[in-house]
């Protein structure tokens, strides 16, 4: 299956469960104190021609969206486009402190060089893009569950009081549609999708050992909204360059926002 549905309830179930654990506040947050960490998909690449700094942070974005609407007492917004675990240890954790309630999270596709594997699927052959997808799915089975323990267990002893929610990525490709659609073919975008559901796995899985942590997947969010369906909310190769393979506004409001808010 695609969309893995075994994923979808364990989300539900951490959600639930995240209320119950020691040390974690009530989700809501809304009179809380709001941290958002994390690369491009949090800083809102793709969502706007106009950021508000030079790490591509958007109003679009869905932890701008998400303050807008629920006003907590206080909202710093630190994600950064390109941002590393080590990025995010070294320059955004200091916004943590005993009285954030609420994190938001995405990383893990910087880290296993997913940027790079993009740019060897648009100009490279078939082989030249699964052996860089094989590389990062390798880095994904291998480092990404070290990279992400020390992360979490960071945020966890800077922020022990907060519930930490962090995203996944959507898959690229609506494959039941790819006939006919243009751009990269079908053995790409089957290596792309089946890269992400792997990404999705490692981040899913490493969470689940945090308490007062929860995973939110966004995959069903984006279901009839991939690349290859009429109304996709992902960016495919476009100008600017850094906007491919990113959520555009819609994404964010209709995809990320609702994963955020539903594992709340």
């Known amino acids: 299956m695609r969309r893995p549905s075994l994923l979808a309830a364990a989300v539900s179930l ?21 941290v958002a960490l994390g690369d491009s998909y949090s ?16 109003t679009n974005a869905y932890p701008y969206l998400y303050q807008q609407a629920n006003s907590p007492s206080s909202f710093s917004f630190k994600a950064c486009t ?11 954790l200091s916004a943590l402190n005993s009285a954030t309630s609420l994190v938001s999270l995405t990383d893990g596709g910087n880290d296993v060089g ?17 052996n860089a997808i094989s590389s990062a799915e390798s880095k994904a089975r291998s480092q990404l569950p070290g990279i992400l323990d020390t992360l979490y267990s960071d945020i966890r002893n800077d922020a022990p009081n907060a519930h930490v929610v962090v995203l996944g990525y959507p898959e690229f490709y609506d494959l ?14 089957t290596a792309l999708d089946r890269a992400a559901d792997l990404l999705d796995s490692v981040i899913s899985t490493e ?29 495919a190769v476009t100008w600017p360059i850094s906007d491919s393979y990113h959520p555009t506004a819609d994404g964010q409001s209709g995809g990320y926002l609702p994963a955020f808010e539903a594992a709340l």
């Open 114 to 130: 997913f940027s790079s594997v993009m740019e060897s699927c648009v100009l490279g052959g078939d082989s030249t893009c699964t």
């Open 14 to 34: 951490a959600a639930a469960a995240a209320m119950t654990l020691g040390g974690a506040t009530s989700a809501t947050a809304s009179g809380g104190n709001f």
């Open 43 to 58: 800083s809102g690449v793709g969502s706007t021609d106009n950021y508000l700094n030079s790490c591509d942070q958007s």
């Open 176 to 189: 039941s549609q790819s006939d006919g659609c243009v751009g990269l073919d079908n053995t790409k975008r």
């Open 207 to 235: 969470v689940a050992k945090y308490g007062g942590f929860t995973f939110a997947d966004v995959r069903g969010y984006f279901a009839g909204h991939e690349l290859c369906d009429d109304s996709a909310w992902l960016h």
């Open 82 to 92: 390109g941002a590393t675990a080590a990025d995010i240890e070294s320059s955004q």
